[in-house]
Each structure stands twice: as structure tokens, then as C-alpha cells.
């Protein structure tokens, strides 16, 4: 596509005289620009794109869009929020693929990587052709690309709905993440659906304000045309504000109000959940193998989606009794010494209790955590981890997340603020401490290792290592011969 066709999918922009050319490519990175670029200056919370201009020039960039005027630029391209425009000329870039197959956006603080996975695993059982953005890996067809962010860049996203449209791809269910809401990564993106999970703290170290927080989220649903539809948690009080914010039809699931799909008669042991649904006159009995009262949440917001779209009851059904485990999501790690060994990703106050108290329903002895928080990340929910982990299990081993930048030993020091009872030990080095975990357990104990869940490696000041909770889990069961 031209340079001057391509333009007009940012609708407002000011420029002088423009030299069309054809543009092979869109970038907001200076140093990934090619000829025949077209450069975006991003205004970044660590940097400003501004400043990078003259180098893209250099490295072959033919236009420039920039939010402000920028001296002997020629083909310069002035637009009031260049994120915005990015998404957009991505979206035209790549043909619009949004609009040549249904996306499904799921957001909310907790249970949106369950919920892509149970609705991938219903579209798979009624046959269609489907593709997950996520926070585990992007993945459709038979490719499985790891995951970077919850939700890529504009660039990255339309390109990957490109290419699952060439594959044949019928539904995109995609992890929407409150970055990429206040960030405009969506924009020029129609969903045809979305599903609202929860909202409690997190994310306020860029966020500020829980309120500034909703407000991001609530985009998705803001965005949703008359002819989409909106999966909503009646539990969950932001759900009402919700429904004055969308055009779109509002479903709603719960299990303690009235709601369009209940869930009833929940009964769970180690491995599994039975329950019932009702759904207008009609009920469903089922059984998954997940377990907790928060995925009796994520099952019901699974559901209600399938149920609106039209998939047949008994495929949903028969989809979610042939499901699986979700990668480091309350994921059993087999022990034959009489004790019980969960990863989860619970990195917050919310998620931390939920996880513990649906064990502490399956526990005959006593629950064992080992966590911690992320550096750089905000600080104001790490004392509130430390009392809820206090409070609700027998012991726990305070350690390292992924520090970042910041001293593993300050982030404990935060954590320990929230403690008052003495039920708890420190230990540093995260191998360690999950080793300790191990060590202290007798039969009929739960040992809970949280923070990372899936996460493939460690996040450290100076480097990235490899580290995988439950393969380290596994690693010392065997050196410890259990």
C-alpha cells in the first residue's frame, strides 16, 4: 500500500506536501526501521520516540508520524496521539483481519488465561478454527509463539491476525490486559464479543488509582458495537457500572446473585469439580477437572460465552469434560510421599486468597506457601500478600518473584510489613525456599508454590535465568528421593 492511501485510516492528521511512496513496513522501534519504513514516534513512560527521529531517517524511514512538529523532517506527519495511530495504520497495514474473524476479548484481574483456555477448548469440540493471544503463548493451527506481554503491540497483533486468517482461523480469543486498554494497542480491533472476569488491586504502580484501573478495563466494553455481546460477573460490583458503559447485549453469570447462568450444587476434591448450571429453564450437569470456587467463576464466564454464541449444549459439555489442566494455574505436581504440591500464578492479594482458601476446603493437615512479589511492580499490594498468606495458611516461606532491579531482601522487607503472627520464615534464594517448602512436608500437608505459575525463567537485576517452579518442584522431589 501507498504511503497516501495508508494515511487516510488515521482520519484527523496535519502534514505538508507528502512524496508517496510504497510502504513496506510500519515501526515505532528506530533501530527495526528499513527503506520504505513508516516511523511512529511513541511517547513511552522510560522514553519518548521523539528523540529517535533523525536515527530512523537514517536507518531508511520515508515518513514520520509525530505528535509534534519536528524542525527539516520532510514527510512529516502530525497526529494528536501517535499510539493510536499506530494501532490504526497497523490495522490498515495488514487489511483489516479483525474484521474477517471474531475476536473474543476477556479481561479483568484474575481468571483470563483459564477462560481463553476453556473457550478454546469449546470452539475446538464444535470444530472451528481457533487462535489464542495470551498470556502463556500466542498460539493457532500448529504454531505456538511464547509470549512476550498479555497482549503484544499493535504491529504484532495485526500481523498475527493476519496470518491466522490465512490459516483458516475462524475466532481470536485474546487476553486483553489493562497496559494495552490505556495504551490503544486495541484500537481498530471490532470485537464481537467480551467476557468480564473481576477486578481487585493491581497494576497501580502504573495505574495510580483503582479507579484509573476500571477505567482501562472498562474500554473493552465501551468499545463493543449494538450487534456484540458482553459476558459480565454479576458477583463482582464493577459489573453494574459496566452495564451503563456498553452498547453491547449483557449476559451475566454468577454463583451468589440472580444471573442469566448460575452455577449450583459445587462439590470439588483433589482433582476435579462437579457442579450444575442453570441456564434459563434448562440445567447442566458437569464435571472439570479444575478446582476452586474462582474457577467455578472462570467455568461459568466459559460457559455463558458459549451459550450466547450458539454452540450446542452438549458440546460445551462434552468440551469441558475432556479438559485438562491450564499450565501453572492451581497445576498438581504428582507426590508419592503423601503430601500434595500445587504451582499457581496467584500474584495478588485476591488471587492468593481465593487459591488458598479452595485448598484449605481440600486440606485434612496443614497448607505451606512459598511466595513473593515482582520488583518493579506495584509496591502497595506487597504488605497485603504478606497478611493474606499469614492469615489464611499454617506457614509460609517469604522469597523472591522476579526482583528486577530492585533488592530481593527490600521487596521481603515490604512483604513483612503486613505480617503479624509467627508463621513464617525467610528465605531468599527461590530454589531454596521450595526446597524447604518440600522438606517440611508431612503426608496429608498441601504445599503451594505462587508468583509465577508458567513463567519459564527469573527476572534478576543484572540477567534472566531459567527457572520453572514446577520443574524445580519435580527436580528436588527426586534429589530428596521423593
Not at 485448598?359 to 512459598?370: F, G
Amino acid at each position: 500500500m501507498r504511503l497516501k492511501e495508508l494515511i487516510k485510516s488515521l482520519g484527523d492528521y496535519q502534514s505538508g506536501p507528502l512524496e508517496d511512496f510504497q510502504v513496506k513496513g510500519i515501526g515505532c522501534d528506530s533501530k527495526k526501521i528499513s527503506d520504505g519504513f513508516i516511523f511512529i514516534a511513541i511517547k513511552g513512560t522510560a522514553r519518548d520516540g521523539h528523540r529517535f527521529i533523525q536515527e530512523a531517517i537514517k536507518k531508511g524511514a520515508g515518513a514520520v508520524i509525530a505528535e509534534e512538529p519536528q524542525a527539516s523532517v520532510k514527510n512529516l506527519i502530525i497526529v494528536n496521539d501517535t499510539r493510536r495511530a499506530l494501532a490504526k495504520l497497523a490495522a490498515a497495514f495488514y487489511g483489516y483481519p479483525a474484521r474477517k474473524i471474531k475476536i473474543i476479548g476477556i479481561t479483568g484481574t484474575n481468571g483470563k488465561t483459564t477462560v481463553s483456555y476453556l473457550v478454546e477448548k469449546m470452539l475446538k469440540e464444535a470444530g472451528a478454527g481457533v487462535a489464542v493471544i495470551g498470556t502463556i503463548n500466542y498460539r493457532f493451527k500448529d504454531k505456538v509463539i511464547p509470549a512476550k506481554n498479555t497482549t503484544p503491540g499493535p504491529i504484532e497483533i495485526q500481523s498475527l491476525l493476519a496470518d491466522m486468517r490465512q490459516s483458516g482461523v475462524q475466532y481470536a480469543v485474546m487476553e486483553v490486559s489493562s497496559h494495552a486498554l490505556d495504551q490503544n494497542r486495541i484500537e481498530g480491533i471490532d470485537f464481537s464479543s467480551a467476557i468480564f472476569t473481576n477486578l481487585t488491586q493491581d497494576h497501580l504502580d502504573y495505574h495510580l488509582t483503582l479507579e484509573n484501573y476500571f477505567l482501562a478495563k472498562a474500554k473493552l466494553f465501551q468499545g463493543l458495537s449494538p450487534q456484540a455481546f458482553a459476558v459480565l460477573n454479576n458477583d463482582d460490583p464493577y459489573s453494574e457500572r459496566l452495564k451503563k458503559m456498553t452498547r453491547a447485549k449483557i449476559v451475566t453469570y454468577a454463583i451468589e446473585k440472580k444471573a442469566d447462568l448460575a452455577a449450583g450444587q459445587i462439590q470439588m476434591d483433589m482433582s476435579a469439580t462437579t457442579f450444575s448450571l442453570g441456564y434459563r429453564q434448562a440445567k447442566m450437569l458437569g464435571r472439570v477437572s479444575l478446582i476452586g470456587k474462582h474457577n467455578v467463576y472462570n467455568l461459568l464466564a466459559a460457559v455463558a460465552w458459549g451459550l450466547t454464541e450458539g454452540l450446542d449444549p452438549e458440546i460445551i459439555k462434552s468440551a469441558l469434560e475432556k479438559f485438562g489442566v491450564v499450565p501453572g494455574r492451581l497445576q498438581r505436581i504428582d507426590c508419592p510421599n503423601g503430601f500434595s504440591v500445587f504451582v499457581d500464578y496467584a500474584h495478588t492479594e485476591d488471587a492468593l486468597t481465593s487459591v488458598i482458601k479452595t485448598l484449605r476446603q481440600l486440606s485434612k493437615k496443614r497448607i505451606i506457601v512459598v511466595f513473593g512479589c515482582g520488583g518493579e511492580r506495584d509496591k502497595t499490594k506487597r504488605s497485603k500478600m504478606g497478611r493474606a498468606v499469614s492469615e489464611l495458611a499454617d506457614f509460609a516461606i517469604i522469597t523472591s518473584d522476579n526482583p528486577r532491579s530492585e533488592e530481593p531482601l527490600s521487596i521481603i522487607e515490604d512483604i513483612k510489613q503486613g505480617i503479624s503472627k509467627n508463621n513464617y520464615c525467610v528465605i531468599p534464594e527461590r530454589r531454596d525456599a521450595i526446597r524447604e517448602s518440600l522438606s517440611m512436608a508431612k503426608p496429608q500437608d498441601i504445599v503451594l508454590v505462587a508468583g509465577k505459575g508458567h513463567e519459564n525463567c527469573q527476572i534478576l537485576k543484572d540477567k534472566t535465568i531459567p527457572f520453572d517452579d514446577s520443574e524445580v518442584v519435580k527436580e528436588c522431589l527426586r534429589s530428596m528421593n521423593y
